[in-house]
């Protein structure tokens, strides 16, 4: 089944430990997103990846890294997180960059106390 | 500075009550606009996707159009099960910034039968 899985889905964690929020997808898609979803500020994007090895900035990215080392894995790292952090995250994939439909994973819950 | 705004926020409709959404955006060119359906809990799941205004797209009872300067989703008889938010992402032209999505706060539909 074509898809995109992250782990974990649900995550309390505590102040400055650090997390890595994993992203897979199983559909050959070149493109690459990380979202935070916060009540009345809508889906922000947080970092994207055009291809391996290729990474850039969107709207969000203070706080957060990201690597692409292989095409179907984009994980989300938070070196240090704080409790504005705390958020529900989606990853999403797309078979090209250019006006290409996304398709997003179940999303990951995670609470910074 | 990109935007992409939708209204109304909310939008209570009796089954089978036509109406329609909004999403204006102010972006420097347009490569694509989004429209995106997403149930409580779950990720975002693709509707349509619309390149130069004039446009049209259908899938059951939902038609996104394009202008120049906003978008509308028109739902005609709804039924409870179209209940839920409506999200709208713009991409723009900038050779730059090509990954870049930017999503409005959504319009949260609910139909009562």
């Known amino acids: 089944e074509a898809q995109v899985t992250q782990n974990p889905r649900y995550l309390i964690t505590v102040t400055g430990k650090k997390l890595t929020v994993t992203c897979s997808q199983n559909?050959?898609?070149?493109?690459m997103s990380w979202y935070r979803q916060d009540p009345g500020l809508g889906l922000r994007q947080i970092y994207y990846?055009?291809?391996?090895?290729?990474?850039d900035k969107g709207d969000v990215p203070e706080g957060y890294k990201v690597s692409r080392k292989e095409k179907r894995n984009f994980p989300l790292i938070l070196e240090s997180p704080s409790p504005n952090q705390t958020s529900l995250y989606f990853c999403?994939?797309?078979?090209?960059?250019?006006?290409?439909?996304?398709?997003f994973g179940p999303g990951t819950r995670l609470t910074v106390t | 500075e990109d935007q992409v705004t939708q209204s109304p926020e909310a939008l209570r409709l009796q089954e089978g009550e036509s109406s329609s959404l909004n999403c204006s955006y102010t972006v420097s060119g347009l490569r694509g606009l989004f429209w995106y359906r997403q149930d409580p809990g779950k990720g975002p799941e693709f509707l349509f996707t619309?390149?130069?205004a004039g446009e049209e797209k259908e899938k059951e009872r939902l038609k996104a159009t394009l202008t120049k300067k906003e978008s509308f989703l028109h739902i005609t008889a709804p039924k409870p099960e179209d209940s839920a938010t409506y999200l709208c992402a713009v991409q723009a032209h900038r050779g730059s910034t090509l990954g870049r999505l930017y999503f409005g706060r959504g319009t949260q539909l609910t139909v009562w039968p």
């Open positions: 559909m050959n898609h070149e493109y």
């Open positions: 619309l390149y130069s």
């Open positions: 990846s055009m291809n391996v090895e290729v990474t």
């Open positions: 999403a994939s797309s078979p090209g960059f250019i006006g290409v439909e996304q398709y």
